[in-house]
Protein backbone atom coordinates (compact mmCIF):
# COMPACT_ATOMS: atom_id res chain seq x y z
CA UNK A 1 0.00 0.00 0.00
CA UNK A 2 2.56 2.30 0.70
CA UNK A 3 3.73 1.92 -3.14
CA UNK A 4 0.28 4.17 -3.45
CA UNK A 5 0.82 6.64 -0.72
CA UNK A 6 2.81 9.92 -0.91
CA UNK A 7 6.07 8.60 0.55
CA UNK A 8 7.47 5.42 -1.32
CA UNK A 9 8.66 2.37 1.11
CA UNK A 10 11.79 2.34 -0.33
CA UNK A 11 12.66 5.19 0.48
CA UNK A 12 11.24 5.75 3.74
CA UNK A 13 13.29 3.12 5.43
CA UNK A 14 16.46 3.62 4.53
CA UNK A 15 16.98 7.52 3.40
CA UNK A 16 16.78 10.51 6.39
CA UNK A 17 13.92 11.97 6.17
CA UNK A 18 12.93 14.40 3.07
CA UNK A 19 10.54 16.70 2.22
CA UNK A 20 7.40 15.03 -0.21
CA UNK A 21 8.61 17.00 -3.14
CA UNK A 22 12.36 16.47 -3.10
CA UNK A 23 11.32 12.72 -3.58
CA UNK A 24 8.47 13.57 -5.96
CA UNK A 25 11.20 15.16 -8.08
CA UNK A 26 13.88 12.29 -7.60
CA UNK A 27 11.20 9.53 -8.85
CA UNK A 28 9.93 10.83 -12.14
CA UNK A 29 13.69 11.95 -12.61
CA UNK A 30 14.01 8.01 -12.22
CA UNK A 31 11.52 7.50 -14.53
CA UNK A 32 13.31 9.46 -17.33
CA UNK A 33 16.03 7.23 -16.79
CA UNK A 34 14.74 4.01 -16.74
CA UNK A 35 13.21 5.05 -19.81
CA UNK A 36 17.08 5.88 -21.29
CA UNK A 37 17.91 2.80 -20.22
CA UNK A 38 15.53 0.85 -22.03
CA UNK A 39 16.27 2.98 -25.37
CA UNK A 40 19.62 2.03 -24.92
CA UNK A 41 19.03 -1.64 -24.34
CA UNK A 42 16.72 -1.23 -27.57
CA UNK A 43 19.11 -0.15 -29.98
CA UNK A 44 22.32 -3.06 -28.82
CA UNK A 45 22.52 -5.23 -31.97
CA UNK A 46 21.18 -8.90 -30.35
CA UNK A 47 18.26 -7.30 -28.94
CA UNK A 48 17.31 -5.41 -32.13
CA UNK A 49 17.03 -8.64 -33.94
CA UNK A 50 14.96 -9.76 -31.40
CA UNK A 51 12.28 -7.01 -32.38
CA UNK A 52 11.20 -8.63 -35.51
CA UNK A 53 9.59 -11.41 -33.13
CA UNK A 54 6.89 -8.68 -32.08
CA UNK A 55 3.49 -8.68 -34.13
CA UNK A 56 2.58 -5.81 -36.61
CA UNK A 57 6.60 -3.70 -35.67
CA UNK A 58 8.13 -4.68 -39.46
CA UNK A 59 4.68 -4.34 -41.07
CA UNK A 60 4.29 -1.70 -43.15
CA UNK A 61 7.90 -0.81 -42.85
CA UNK A 62 8.15 0.06 -46.57
CA UNK A 63 6.46 3.55 -45.56
CA UNK A 64 9.13 4.91 -43.37
CA UNK A 65 9.08 8.45 -44.89
CA UNK A 66 5.20 8.12 -45.71
CA UNK A 67 6.71 6.51 -49.11
CA UNK A 68 5.78 3.33 -50.39
CA UNK A 69 8.84 1.01 -51.12
CA UNK A 70 10.82 -2.13 -50.27
CA UNK A 71 13.07 -1.45 -47.59
CA UNK A 72 14.38 -4.19 -45.44
CA UNK A 73 13.30 -3.39 -42.04
CA UNK A 74 16.27 -4.89 -39.53
CA UNK A 75 17.92 -1.36 -41.11
CA UNK A 76 15.61 0.51 -38.92
CA UNK A 77 14.39 -1.64 -36.15
CA UNK A 78 16.39 -0.11 -33.58
CA UNK A 79 15.84 2.92 -34.71
CA UNK A 80 11.91 2.55 -34.77
CA UNK A 81 11.92 1.39 -31.16
CA UNK A 82 14.00 4.42 -29.96
CA UNK A 83 11.34 6.41 -31.62
CA UNK A 84 8.65 5.24 -29.97
CA UNK A 85 10.44 4.61 -26.65
CA UNK A 86 11.06 8.42 -26.78
CA UNK A 87 7.42 8.82 -27.73
CA UNK A 88 6.31 6.83 -24.67
CA UNK A 89 8.05 8.95 -22.46
CA UNK A 90 7.45 12.34 -23.96
CA UNK A 91 3.44 11.18 -23.70
CA UNK A 92 3.44 10.13 -19.68
CA UNK A 93 5.20 13.50 -18.79
CA UNK A 94 2.88 15.54 -20.88
CA UNK A 95 -0.16 13.94 -19.42
CA UNK A 96 1.00 14.56 -16.27
CA UNK A 97 1.90 18.55 -17.37
CA UNK A 98 -1.66 18.67 -18.15
CA UNK A 99 -2.98 16.99 -15.69
CA UNK A 100 -0.79 19.32 -13.13
CA UNK A 101 -1.80 23.02 -14.71
CA UNK A 102 -2.51 25.34 -12.00
CA UNK A 103 -1.62 23.13 -8.85
CA UNK A 104 -0.70 25.81 -6.13
CA UNK A 105 -0.17 23.75 -2.77
CA UNK A 106 -0.82 20.33 -1.49
CA UNK A 107 -4.56 20.73 -0.70
CA UNK A 108 -5.33 20.63 -4.20
CA UNK A 109 -6.24 17.28 -4.88
CA UNK A 110 -4.18 16.58 -8.02
CA UNK A 111 -1.17 16.98 -5.77
CA UNK A 112 -1.95 13.59 -4.53
CA UNK A 113 -1.49 11.91 -7.69
CA UNK A 114 1.87 14.45 -8.11
CA UNK A 115 3.06 13.34 -4.84
CA UNK A 116 1.47 9.43 -4.87
CA UNK A 117 0.46 6.63 -6.64
CA UNK A 118 3.74 5.38 -7.71
CA UNK A 119 3.08 2.13 -8.45
CA UNK A 120 0.03 2.80 -11.03
CA UNK A 121 1.87 5.59 -12.42
CA UNK A 122 4.67 2.89 -13.62
CA UNK A 123 1.94 1.00 -15.11
CA UNK A 124 0.37 4.13 -17.02
CA UNK A 125 4.35 4.23 -18.69
CA UNK A 126 4.20 0.63 -19.10
CA UNK A 127 0.95 0.40 -20.88
CA UNK A 128 1.70 3.57 -22.86
CA UNK A 129 4.90 2.21 -23.91
CA UNK A 130 3.31 -0.94 -24.94
CA UNK A 131 0.73 0.75 -27.11
CA UNK A 132 3.38 2.83 -28.75
CA UNK A 133 5.20 -0.02 -30.40
CA UNK A 134 1.64 -0.85 -31.86
CA UNK A 135 1.92 2.96 -33.76
CA UNK A 136 1.07 2.04 -37.81
CA UNK A 137 4.52 3.23 -39.37
CA UNK A 138 3.58 5.57 -41.81
CA UNK A 139 4.50 8.65 -41.81
CA UNK A 140 5.36 8.28 -37.58
CA UNK A 141 8.89 8.42 -37.82
CA UNK A 142 9.09 11.70 -40.57
CA UNK A 143 6.66 13.61 -38.24
CA UNK A 144 8.19 12.77 -34.97
CA UNK A 145 11.64 13.40 -36.06
CA UNK A 146 10.78 16.95 -36.28
CA UNK A 147 9.02 17.14 -32.85
CA UNK A 148 11.98 15.92 -31.69
CA UNK A 149 14.01 18.50 -33.14
CA UNK A 150 11.94 21.69 -31.75
CA UNK A 151 11.63 19.41 -28.28
CA UNK A 152 15.79 19.37 -28.33
CA UNK A 153 16.01 23.22 -29.43
CA UNK A 154 14.04 24.05 -26.35
CA UNK A 155 15.71 21.57 -23.91
CA UNK A 156 19.32 23.02 -25.38
CA UNK A 157 18.44 26.37 -24.49
CA UNK A 158 16.74 25.69 -20.91
CA UNK A 159 20.17 24.23 -20.17
CA UNK A 160 22.11 26.52 -21.33
CA UNK A 161 20.25 29.44 -19.09
CA UNK A 162 21.11 26.81 -16.18
CA UNK A 163 24.64 26.28 -17.17
CA UNK A 164 25.37 30.75 -17.44
CA UNK A 165 23.73 30.72 -14.11
CA UNK A 166 25.85 27.81 -12.86
CA UNK A 167 29.07 30.06 -13.93
CA UNK A 168 27.81 32.67 -12.49
CA UNK A 169 27.07 31.33 -8.80
CA UNK A 170 30.42 28.86 -9.08
CA UNK A 171 32.39 32.07 -9.08
CA UNK A 172 30.42 34.39 -6.88
CA UNK A 173 30.58 31.78 -4.22
CA UNK A 174 34.24 31.06 -4.53
CA UNK A 175 35.11 34.68 -4.69
CA UNK A 176 32.78 34.96 -1.35
CA UNK A 177 34.52 32.54 0.44
CA UNK A 178 38.07 34.06 -0.87
CA UNK A 179 36.75 37.24 0.92
CA UNK A 180 36.00 35.54 4.10
CA UNK A 181 38.52 32.95 4.52
CA UNK A 182 41.96 31.75 2.81
CA UNK A 183 42.18 34.85 0.28
CA UNK A 184 45.12 33.24 -1.87
CA UNK A 185 44.13 29.40 -1.22
CA UNK A 186 40.81 30.44 -3.45
CA UNK A 187 42.40 32.78 -5.65
CA UNK A 188 44.31 29.89 -6.65
CA UNK A 189 41.79 27.39 -7.36
CA UNK A 190 40.02 29.98 -9.44
CA UNK A 191 43.54 29.93 -11.45
CA UNK A 192 43.94 26.26 -11.98
CA UNK A 193 40.39 25.38 -12.44
CA UNK A 194 40.35 28.61 -15.78
CA UNK A 195 43.17 27.40 -16.77
CA UNK A 196 42.33 23.47 -17.21
CA UNK A 197 38.87 24.59 -18.74
CA UNK A 198 40.59 26.88 -21.43
CA UNK A 199 43.52 24.13 -21.72
CA UNK A 200 40.73 21.31 -22.67
CA UNK A 201 39.16 24.21 -24.94
CA UNK A 202 41.99 25.18 -27.00
CA UNK A 203 43.20 21.06 -27.05
CA UNK A 204 39.50 20.53 -28.74
CA UNK A 205 40.01 22.69 -30.86
CA UNK A 206 43.14 21.82 -32.13
CA UNK A 207 41.61 17.99 -32.21
CA UNK A 208 38.61 19.27 -34.35
CA UNK A 209 41.17 20.89 -37.03
CA UNK A 210 42.90 17.86 -37.72
CA UNK A 211 40.57 15.29 -37.64
CA UNK A 212 37.26 17.28 -38.91
CA UNK A 213 38.85 19.34 -41.76
CA UNK A 214 41.38 19.24 -44.15
CA UNK A 215 43.32 21.50 -46.36
CA UNK A 216 41.09 20.87 -49.34
CA UNK A 217 37.11 20.94 -48.71
CA UNK A 218 35.61 20.53 -45.72
CA UNK A 219 34.29 23.83 -45.63
CA UNK A 220 32.01 24.09 -43.22
CA UNK A 221 33.61 22.52 -40.69
CA UNK A 222 35.90 25.18 -40.88
CA UNK A 223 33.65 27.70 -40.91
CA UNK A 224 31.82 26.09 -37.68
CA UNK A 225 34.86 25.67 -35.62
CA UNK A 226 36.66 29.42 -36.47
CA UNK A 227 33.43 31.20 -35.86
CA UNK A 228 32.76 29.91 -32.56
CA UNK A 229 36.33 30.09 -31.62
CA UNK A 230 36.01 33.61 -32.40
CA UNK A 231 33.18 34.48 -30.42
CA UNK A 232 34.68 32.24 -27.52
CA UNK A 233 37.43 34.63 -27.70
CA UNK A 234 35.09 38.13 -27.94
CA UNK A 235 33.29 37.25 -24.97
CA UNK A 236 36.32 35.97 -22.83
CA UNK A 237 38.08 39.31 -23.74
CA UNK A 238 34.34 41.25 -22.67
CA UNK A 239 34.29 39.35 -19.45
CA UNK A 240 37.31 40.90 -18.35
CA UNK A 241 36.84 44.84 -19.45
CA UNK A 242 36.92 47.17 -16.29
CA UNK A 243 33.56 48.23 -17.58
CA UNK A 244 32.59 45.17 -16.94
CA UNK A 245 34.20 44.38 -13.97
CA UNK A 246 32.68 47.78 -12.51
CA UNK A 247 29.16 46.64 -12.72
CA UNK A 248 29.90 43.37 -12.29
CA UNK A 249 32.49 42.83 -9.85
CA UNK A 250 31.78 38.63 -9.73
CA UNK A 251 32.69 38.84 -13.55
CA UNK A 252 35.66 36.81 -14.59
CA UNK A 253 37.57 34.60 -16.56
CA UNK A 254 36.13 31.39 -14.82
CA UNK A 255 32.55 32.01 -16.30
CA UNK A 256 33.81 33.04 -19.80
CA UNK A 257 36.24 29.40 -19.70
CA UNK A 258 33.24 27.13 -18.52
CA UNK A 259 31.16 28.58 -21.42
CA UNK A 260 33.75 27.98 -23.71
CA UNK A 261 34.48 24.72 -23.31
CA UNK A 262 31.00 23.87 -23.42
CA UNK A 263 30.59 25.70 -26.60
CA UNK A 264 33.45 23.61 -28.36
CA UNK A 265 31.65 20.48 -27.20
CA UNK A 266 28.25 21.40 -29.05
CA UNK A 267 30.86 22.64 -32.25
CA UNK A 268 32.06 18.64 -31.84
CA UNK A 269 28.62 17.27 -31.55
CA UNK A 270 27.17 18.92 -34.42
CA UNK A 271 30.64 18.30 -36.62
CA UNK A 272 29.93 14.97 -35.79
CA UNK A 273 26.20 14.82 -37.69
CA UNK A 274 27.11 16.38 -40.85
CA UNK A 275 25.60 13.82 -43.47
CA UNK A 276 29.46 13.01 -44.63
CA UNK A 277 32.14 11.28 -43.27
CA UNK A 278 34.84 13.71 -41.62
CA UNK A 279 38.07 14.56 -43.22
CA UNK A 280 39.50 11.69 -41.53
CA UNK A 281 37.99 8.59 -42.48
CA UNK A 282 40.13 6.32 -40.44
CA UNK A 283 38.96 8.27 -37.15
CA UNK A 284 35.28 7.30 -38.42
CA UNK A 285 35.71 3.90 -39.02
CA UNK A 286 38.08 2.92 -35.87
CA UNK A 287 35.24 5.01 -33.85
CA UNK A 288 32.68 2.51 -35.19
CA UNK A 289 30.79 5.16 -37.17
CA UNK A 290 28.66 7.97 -35.73
CA UNK A 291 26.76 5.23 -33.62
CA UNK A 292 29.81 4.90 -31.42
CA UNK A 293 29.27 8.84 -30.30
CA UNK A 294 25.96 7.86 -28.78
CA UNK A 295 26.94 7.05 -25.37
CA UNK A 296 29.31 10.08 -25.25
CA UNK A 297 26.36 12.80 -26.15
CA UNK A 298 24.05 10.96 -23.59
CA UNK A 299 25.99 11.14 -20.79
CA UNK A 300 26.00 15.29 -20.87
CA UNK A 301 22.47 15.26 -21.87
CA UNK A 302 21.37 13.60 -18.79
CA UNK A 303 23.56 15.35 -15.88
CA UNK A 304 22.35 18.02 -17.31
CA UNK A 305 18.51 17.40 -17.23
CA UNK A 306 16.78 21.06 -15.96
CA UNK A 307 14.50 18.86 -14.31
CA UNK A 308 17.17 16.97 -12.19
CA UNK A 309 19.05 20.43 -11.98
CA UNK A 310 15.75 21.88 -10.44
CA UNK A 311 16.64 19.74 -7.40
CA UNK A 312 19.33 22.55 -6.42
CA UNK A 313 18.50 26.27 -5.79
CA UNK A 314 19.92 29.12 -7.64
CA UNK A 315 21.93 32.25 -6.30
CA UNK A 316 19.81 34.54 -8.19
CA UNK A 317 16.06 34.66 -7.77
CA UNK A 318 15.20 35.02 -11.38
CA UNK A 319 16.46 31.23 -12.42
CA UNK A 320 14.75 29.90 -8.94
CA UNK A 321 11.63 32.09 -10.46
CA UNK A 322 11.72 30.10 -13.77
CA UNK A 323 12.61 26.93 -12.05
CA UNK A 324 10.20 27.96 -8.87
CA UNK A 325 13.00 25.63 -6.75
CA UNK A 326 12.86 27.57 -3.51
CA UNK A 327 11.57 24.77 -1.10
CA UNK A 328 8.44 26.70 0.84
CA UNK A 329 8.80 26.98 4.83
CA UNK A 330 4.78 25.84 4.90
CA UNK A 331 3.62 22.87 5.93
CA UNK A 332 4.94 20.52 8.45
CA UNK A 333 8.31 21.00 9.84
CA UNK A 334 10.94 17.83 10.51
CA UNK A 335 9.78 16.75 13.63
CA UNK A 336 6.53 15.65 11.82
CA UNK A 337 8.88 13.53 9.82
CA UNK A 338 8.75 10.80 11.75
CA UNK A 339 6.02 7.97 12.69
CA UNK A 340 7.34 5.44 15.44
CA UNK A 341 10.42 5.24 14.55
CA UNK A 342 10.05 5.06 10.78
CA UNK A 343 11.32 7.89 8.69
CA UNK A 344 8.97 9.58 5.94
CA UNK A 345 8.62 12.11 3.61
CA UNK A 346 6.67 15.30 5.44
CA UNK A 347 4.10 17.80 3.39
CA UNK A 348 5.96 21.24 2.95
CA UNK A 349 3.86 22.18 -0.03
CA UNK A 350 0.35 23.08 1.90
CA UNK A 351 0.93 26.43 1.95
CA UNK A 352 2.29 27.10 -2.05
CA UNK A 353 4.02 24.20 -4.22
CA UNK A 354 7.69 24.13 -4.40
CA UNK A 355 8.05 23.94 -7.39
CA UNK A 356 6.06 24.36 -10.24
CA UNK A 357 4.69 21.01 -11.23
CA UNK A 358 3.54 21.79 -14.99
CA UNK A 359 7.00 23.26 -15.48
CA UNK A 360 8.98 20.08 -14.12
CA UNK A 361 6.92 18.16 -16.21
CA UNK A 362 7.72 19.97 -19.51
CA UNK A 363 11.25 19.99 -19.10
CA UNK A 364 11.28 16.24 -18.72
CA UNK A 365 9.23 16.11 -21.93
CA UNK A 366 12.30 18.23 -23.73
CA UNK A 367 14.49 15.98 -21.44
CA UNK A 368 12.97 13.18 -23.01
CA UNK A 369 13.29 14.15 -26.64
CA UNK A 370 16.82 15.19 -26.60
CA UNK A 371 17.66 12.10 -25.35
CA UNK A 372 15.66 10.19 -28.23
CA UNK A 373 17.23 12.43 -30.93
CA UNK A 374 20.87 11.70 -29.38
CA UNK A 375 20.81 8.04 -28.58
CA UNK A 376 19.49 7.92 -32.63
CA UNK A 377 22.38 10.15 -33.50
CA UNK A 378 19.61 12.71 -35.13
CA UNK A 379 19.21 9.85 -37.67
CA UNK A 380 16.37 9.00 -39.76
CA UNK A 381 16.33 7.09 -43.73
CA UNK A 382 17.93 8.82 -46.42
CA UNK A 383 15.63 9.77 -49.86
CA UNK A 384 16.91 6.03 -50.88
CA UNK A 385 14.93 4.81 -47.64
CA UNK A 386 18.04 2.83 -47.58
CA UNK A 387 20.62 3.66 -45.12
CA UNK A 388 19.94 6.07 -42.06
CA UNK A 389 21.43 9.59 -42.01
CA UNK A 390 21.73 12.63 -39.61
CA UNK A 391 20.05 15.60 -41.89
CA UNK A 392 21.60 18.72 -41.70
CA UNK A 393 18.92 19.74 -39.55
CA UNK A 394 20.85 18.31 -36.67
CA UNK A 395 23.79 20.38 -37.14
CA UNK A 396 22.06 24.40 -37.51
CA UNK A 397 20.12 22.96 -34.06
CA UNK A 398 23.45 22.06 -32.44
CA UNK A 399 25.27 25.33 -33.93
CA UNK A 400 22.25 27.59 -33.29
CA UNK A 401 22.02 26.68 -29.58
CA UNK A 402 26.26 27.15 -29.64
CA UNK A 403 25.40 30.72 -30.41
CA UNK A 404 22.35 31.46 -28.30
CA UNK A 405 24.49 30.36 -25.54
CA UNK A 406 27.38 32.75 -26.03
CA UNK A 407 24.98 35.62 -26.78
CA UNK A 408 23.04 34.68 -23.38
CA UNK A 409 25.88 34.85 -21.62
CA UNK A 410 27.15 38.31 -23.18
CA UNK A 411 23.76 39.70 -22.67
CA UNK A 412 24.38 38.93 -19.04
CA UNK A 413 27.83 40.71 -18.93
CA UNK A 414 26.47 44.21 -20.81
CA UNK A 415 23.16 44.10 -19.41
CA UNK A 416 24.18 46.24 -16.52
CA UNK A 417 25.89 48.56 -18.88
CA UNK A 418 22.92 48.95 -21.34
CA UNK A 419 20.14 49.12 -18.33
CA UNK A 420 21.64 51.21 -15.71
CA UNK A 421 18.11 51.58 -14.03
CA UNK A 422 17.31 48.11 -13.73
CA UNK A 423 18.88 46.27 -10.12
CA UNK A 424 21.17 43.06 -11.75
CA UNK A 425 22.69 42.82 -7.97
Request: charged letters at 10%; proline letters at 5%.
Amino acid sequence: SCLCGSAPCLLCGCCPSAKNSTISRLLFTIFLFLGTLVSIIMIIPGVEKELHKLPGFCEGSGSVLGVQTNVDCSSFLGHKAVYRMGFATAAFFCLFAVLMVCVRSSKDPRAALQNGFWFFKFLVLVGITVGAFYIPDGAFTSVWFYFGVVGSFLFILIQLVLLIDFAHSWSQRWLRSADEGSAKGWYAALCAVTFIFYAASIAAVVLLYVYYTKPEGCTEGKAFISINLILCLIVSVVSILPKIQEAQPHSGLLQASLITLYTIYVTWSALANVPSKPATPWLWERAGGAGALTGVGVCPSVGADPSARSLRSSDHPQVNKLMLTEESGAGAGPGGAEEGGVRRAYDNEQDGVSYNYTFFHLCLLLAALYIMMTLTNWYRPDESLQVLRSPWTAVWVKICSSWAGLLLYLWTLVAPLLLPDRDFS
